[in-house]
């Protein structure tokens, strides 16, 4: 068998399962909140920026605009938002913390630390390289031309 194939040798497995791992690893932190990963994202967007677009919403967290839909909808049943039209532009709709969601973001502050003492055996210096590593990859994929 080509070294090639073996499963052992692939990148893109290893960020497969790690992907998983950490999908896990927040499940538990975010059960306060009764969010999942995908809607903490979107939740971290938004206190950064409160009343953006959903458009503006999809580039900052990378979300595609059909999962989007769904966590908007679920956020807003659960209270943390609101999905309102545009005052200048009535086909743009905006996305909104309600008073619920700018609370728990004094909960969610919580998340980061929490996380960073599960990754025992890695120092916040390699969380940071690794971190930047991890950009210079996708870097790579975004510049990538299709051939």
Known sequence: MSELLKLENQLCHRFYTLSNA????????????????????????????????????????????????????????????NVIKDNTDKRVKRVTLTTLGHEKKAVAEQVPAQMLCKLKGMTLEESVKLRDLLDKLEGCFSHTSAH
């Open 22 to 81: 950490f999908t896990r690893a927040y499940r538990p932190l975010l059960k306060a909140l009764d969010i999942t990963y995908p809607q903490y994202v979107t939740l971290m967007a938004l206190w950064e920026s409160d009343n953006i677009t959903i458009a503006e919403l999809i580039e900052k967290t990378a979300i595609d605009g059909g999962a989007m839909s769904l966590i908007l909808k679920k956020l807003e049943t659960k209270g943390f938002l």
